[in-house]
């Protein structure tokens, strides 16, 4: 075994969480070691965030372009270059990946390691060097924030074809004939859309009654018309049998539904959850409490059962979002260093989904308004009637808002529309100041914008 380093701390793991608190401890001037196994920045920057939205806005300008003769501009043709378009995502990854790899190799009392981290005990980690190695450090406070990956389902057969995942669809050559996407969910819908508009055909299959069964019906509804208006085939409430490659194709055999016959493809994408990144971490060493599902058990401080050891972002479990990971790192820095008493429990909630239009959300939805018994009123307009979506022809789908009845307080929203991210956004900096419905309804806010929208939007109720 190496000789053991002391360190004051030990990130594992460098993604949107993990990155700024390794740099935090540092300079604090405690000696903090920041161990990645793979690539700098975790899913968000690699995998996740950046690529996805990078290719989802060559996707829109897909079809815009082929759009453009509704607003009086005649282009001749119109195709993709998948191979182009991967490599613009390419050089956006690229250069996020070494920006943040020179600020932490510039970064005083920080020491980057690259290799795989696992346990030997509660306070102890070995690590088995990318370069070759090893390294055996110590430290009393550790934080993990190794993330998630794609949940392989039991389907019989998949283990027979080659299929694909978020990470790996975004590496392909050339737009595929035929894309069957297994998982309605967000990633689902996103990348189903993409491929859409870059040329395939898009088959999504989902085993829910609905798609995003998380959010609430009408939302579900809403974004069925949507997707299957732009010509996707979607699929509900079906059990698969199994799955096959006879030839060029790939064949799905399910039941429920309404599915009449086989489904025949050219690739597979499964999107249909994560499973969290701790198998290899040895944690039964350090008495680290996991669920049945492997995802780091905390509390609302982001506490583990080991004292000195926190978990930060999707290895956790509960909403898996970049920036609940690194309001994770806030919470931790105020509360360890700052004599703070943060609680995860006393964040809204904020995301957006990346369709077009985008869904998105923030606060309540009615379910869970329902669930938590509390008297709400429910103020939904039309996108057809936000005069800056009509004058830009994205009128596509419509604002929801949830108030309290008694106190007028904005409890939530679900924004599926144009620029609907942006519009829950601003929604949660009225609710985290405790702005009520009735003073935005009045407020005097510039003409023509999506914002001025929430104007007519309050005096709905």
């Not at 798609?211 to 974004?223: N, P, R």
């Not at 959300?361 to 008297?375: F, H, P, T």
């Not at 307080?409 to 144009?418: C, N, R, T, W």
Request: aromatic residues 6%; charged residues 25%.
């Amino acid at each position: 075994m190496p000789q053991i380093e002391q360190y004051d701390a030990i990130v594992i793991g460098s993604g949107q969480g993990g990155i700024p608190m390794a740099k935090y401890l540092a300079e604090k001037e405690m000696q903090t070691a920041l161990i990645e196994e793979k690539h700098i920045g975790g899913t968000c920057i690699n995998t996740g965030c950046t690529p996805t939205k990078t290719m989802v806005a060559s996707a829109k300008s897909a079809l815009e372009a082929r759009r453009a003769k509704e607003y009086g501009v005649h282009i001749s043709d119109v195709s993709v270059d998948l191979k182009e378009v991967i490599a613009r995502k390419n050089d956006v990854v690229n250069s996020f990946r070494e920006g943040q790899y020179e600020s932490l190799t510039g970064t005083n009392h920080l020491d980057l390691i690259e290799g795989k981290a696992r346990f030997t005990d509660k306070k102890t980690i070995i690590v088995v060097l990318n370069d070759g190695g090893e390294r055996l450090l110590k430290a009393d406070k550790i934080f993990i924030n190794t993330g998630a990956r794609t949940l392989v389902p039991p389907i019989d057969g998949l283990d027979q074809i080659e299929w694909y995942d978020n990470r790996t669809i975004m590496e392909l050559d050339g737009v595929p004939s035929h894309l069957l996407v297994i998982g309605g969910g967000y990633i689902g819908l996103e990348f189903g859309q993409m491929f859409h508009r870059f040329g395939s055909k898009v088959t999504v299959f989902h085993s829910g009654e609905r798609i995003l069964d998380i959010e609430d019906e009408d939302i579900s509804e809403e974004m069925l018309k949507i997707l299957e208006g732009e010509g996707l085939n979607i699929i509900t409430n079906c059990k698969i049998n199994n799955i096959k490659r006879e030839g060029d194709e790939v064949i799905l055999s399910g039941e429920g539904g309404g599915l009449s016959e086989d489904i025949r493809c050219s690739h597979v994408l499964l999107a249909v959850g994560r499973v969290p990144n701790t198998d290899d971490l040895d944690l039964k060493k350090t008495g680290v409490e996991t669920d049945d599902k492997g995802y780091v058990q905390v509390n609302e401080r982001l506490e583990t059962s080991v004292e000195g050891i926190y978990a930060i972002g999707d290895v956790k479990g509960g909403p898996q979002f970049t920036h609940v990971s690194y309001n994770d790192y806030v919470v931790l820095k105020k509360n360890l260093f700052e004599d703070g008493n943060v609680s995860t429990d006393d964040r809204i909630l904020t995301y957006t989904v990346f369709t077009d239009p985008q869904l998105g959300r923030v606060g309540l939805n009615e379910q869970q308004a329902k669930d938590q018994n509390i008297a709400y009123q429910v103020a939904k307009m039309p996108m057809e009637s936000v005069a800056r979506a009509y004058e830009t022809s994205h009128t596509q789908g419509f604002m929801k808002a949830l108030i309290d009845k008694k106190t007028g307080a904005i409890l939530g929203a679900s924004i599926l529309g144009m620029e609907g991210g942006e519009i829950a956004s601003a929604l949660l900096l009225a609710m985290m100041g405790g702005v009520t419905a009735q003073q935005i309804r009045d407020m005097a806010i510039a003409h023509p914008t999506l914002m001025e929208s929430l104007n007519n939007l309050f005096a709905e109720i």
